[in-house]
């Protein structure tokens, strides 16, 4: 039995510590799940909206996505052997940097909640050659897929293993008699007992005022823990090991066979536990990802992760034409021209060996995108541009659009740039005519150096408020407005100098 001197020892404790008035509670939170509704159901019109609450202008672009995704969720309604007749609407994005390819494809694939991958085609290089192989990319998204799932799983059982921890936790402060009382006073709670005192003289208690007792402690502990005192408190949490260092097999060439064998083998030996101090902080995240494990089948998550690369995934292919032209070249393009030969199957539909099982590619949406300045979506082998049949051009940004692109997406740089501010207690404000004469300067440096299109809206930005981002808090104020004139004062010698320009924007 637990000395009846350490219970009061900790009782002790508890009662000091619970001295000052319990503030701002540490209680491990669980983050408000994400909207797990079925996005899939979406219409083209309500995509291109949803799209167009973060991407300005590029209609056709939106369009075509918008299209495509929808064409996946029409695809799984048709019955029968058709279905699997019907192939995904890949495409190609064709634009200058800097002006949305990347950003719509990235919103699409959170619309949809499908897993996404974005690669870039430069990064392959021919089976063979040192760099990845292209069926990476298939177990990449599958990973992507597996957290994603695990990661709603994990949503749905926090609450149950929060409650677990702080059990286990509370184990760990005042650890449980049970297994050393003798068995009858369970359930003859009334039980006396003879309990030899430090006197020498037998003093006669109740078991059941000392079970009280020691409830009664447990529940301060749960106060104090859930008011985060305990948080530096050391606890012995007995820990499962793998006897194994992970072994590294990633290498040149080495792509294929990444189930890695170090995991494998850790599988296969005997878990080895071990006890070790730590604070209660750290216990609780070990103790939750330990709970969380317990609860969340693997297996399922498995099974869904890899359902939802085959029928949902999206792969973003970057710099497309990175890997086009060149045909019969030698030097390099051979090597470009292989790259494209080893995306066919990929792109067209084959089956990926994963870690985790088989994966068709059938019906992955592949969306290409790439400036193709120098070189023309003619210049791919002619087997895949037959694999990526819609084409839609991305224009470049005007002065029109920046305006609109400072203002209106729901993640737009002035808004953000407000709560950033704001959390040093400073109210920013733009005037309109400032906002026209930064949208002015971004594309007048645009055209006068090279065209990074919204991306130049960052470096103006980040240039003319350098100084205010600087001050603050120290600057004092409540409210900050920037008007033209100090957009001019801040920018225009900046923007005249060639010199200048070119460094600093
Ligand atoms: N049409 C637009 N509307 C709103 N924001 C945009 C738009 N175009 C670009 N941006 C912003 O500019 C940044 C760069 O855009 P994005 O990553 O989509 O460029 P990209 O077209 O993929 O260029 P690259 O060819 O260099 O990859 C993003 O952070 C995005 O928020
Ligand atoms: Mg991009």
Redesign the pocket.
Known sequence: MIARDKLAEIENAAAAESAPPAENAAVAESAPPEPTANLMSLTPRQIVAELDR?????DAAKKAVAIALRNRWRRRQVEGDLREEILPNNIIMI?P???????IARRLARLAGAPFLKVEASKFTEVGYVGRDVESMVRDLVEISINMVRGEREDEHRETAVERVEERLLDLLLPPVAEERPAASEEDGATRKFVVGRSGIAEEEAEDELQNRRRRTREKLRGLLRDGKLEEREVEVEMTESSVPMLDLQGPGMDGLDWNLGEMLQDMLPKKTRRRRMSVAEARRVLLSEELDKLIDMEEVIDDALDRVENMGIIFL?ELDKIAGGRGGVGPDVSREGVQRDLLPIVEGSTVQTRYGMVVTDHVLFIA?G?FHTVKPSDLIPELQGRFPIRVELRS?DED?FVR?LCE?ENALLTQYRALVATDGMDLEFTEEAIRELARIASDVNQRMENI???RLQTVLTTLLEDVMFDLPDSGGEKLTIDDAFVRERLAEIAEDEDLRRYIL
């Open positions: 973060y991407i300005i202008s590029q634009g940097t800097g002006v949305g390819k990347t950003e970057d995108a400036a940004l659009d692109i997406p299109g919204a991306r």
